[in-house]
Every structure is written in C-alpha cells, then in structure tokens.
C-alpha cells in the first residue's frame, strides 16, 4: 500500500507540475508514433474549464516559438467521449494525427511557455488540476490500413 500511494504521488507530480517563475526540467510528454490517442477522465460539472484549458493550450501552440508548435496544432485533435458509467467523469481523448516525433506534449509545460505571467499561469493550473480526475492512459503506432486510401 505504501509503494501504492508513493507511485500516486509521483505520477500526480508529473501530471500537475506546479507553475513556477523559473521552468525547472521535468520529463516530456512524447509520442513518436504516427498516430496517437491519449486520454483523460475530467470531472463532469468542470468540463468548462477543462476546455478553458484546451483553448489556452491552443492559443499557446499558436504563439509558440518553437518550430514544431504549429505542426504540433495542425494534427491536435480532442474529442469530448462518453460518460464512464462507473465513475460518472467524461471521457477526453486527444488525437494526435500526426504525432510531431520528440515533440513536448505536456499541457501545462506549453502553457507555462507561453503564458509567463505567473497570476496566469496559477489560474489555468488550477483550472486544470481541478477539472481532472484521471489520466486513462495513450496508445500510439502506426496506421496499418487506411480505408480512405
């Protein structure tokens, strides 16, 4: 139980990494296959804010200066799912078509990028830390059949 409740923690440290006025390092959010899918539980009376976030996520790839930002956008999907009936929070799933190899995909660290007004930053954190409710997990490969080819 207690290597549990450490495995948490850590993996909640690494999800809402707190805003700070200096970026410390902190690991990536990386796919590199061609395609992924990568979802999320988000607690169903906050799901406004969850997509507040969103907006700024897409705001901040759009003023990014990082050269794969844009291509990071262009292929940046996210479908608001289905309600999971045992936990009654809704499904998020973010399709990335095509994943930018090696890319930064974590939310928070683009829009600490991009937004480095702390106030800012501190109130799309808890926008976001108070809307999620669990990370569902990513898969990602390769297209083996395209139906539309």
Known sequence: M???SG???AAAIVLFPAPSTT???QDKTTFN???ALWSFEIKPNLTADYER???AVKEGLAKSERPEA???AAGWKVMRGVTNPGTGNVIYTHILDPVVPNADYTIMQI???TFPDPMEQMRIYEMYRGAFAANLGANQGRVVIDFAR
């Open 53 to 55: 976030v969103l907006a």
């Open 70 to 72: 844009r291509r990071m």
């Open 111 to 113: 829009v600490y990028e």
């Open 33 to 35: 296959g061609e395609i």
């Open 23 to 25: 970026v410390q390092a």
């Open 2 to 4: 207690r290597r549990l």
């Open 7 to 9: 495995v948490l923690l």
